[in-house]
């Protein structure tokens, strides 16, 4: 599993990417029942072929005001 974790005022977004059925088992059987996680939601989920961060294990940025006027 890779991926990247985005922070911003006290929000966290997290994308997972690996085989389907890896991610989908760390989502249910951890991420949703972590006592360190409130408020989980999963936003978007898709079949891909190829992975964004193929050389990360978990990636991480602090998003800044910057950022978000750049987008």
């Known amino acids: 599993i890779s991926g990247l974790l985005l922070?911003?005022?006290?929000?966290?977004?997290q994308l997972l990417e690996g085989e389907k059925?890896?991610?989908q088992h760390l989502y249910e059987t951890r991420i949703q029942?972590?006592?360190r996680h409130s408020h989980v939601i999963k936003i978007f989920?898709?079949?891909g072929n190829t992975r964004l961060f193929p050389d990360w294990t978990m990636g991480y940025h602090e998003i800044t005001?910057?950022?978000?006027?750049m987008v």
């Open 33 to 35: 029942h972590d006592f």
């Open 7 to 13: 922070y911003k005022s006290g929000i966290f977004l």
């Open 65 to 69: 005001d910057t950022d978000i006027k």
């Open 21 to 23: 059925k890896v991610v």
């Open 45 to 47: 989920e898709m079949d």
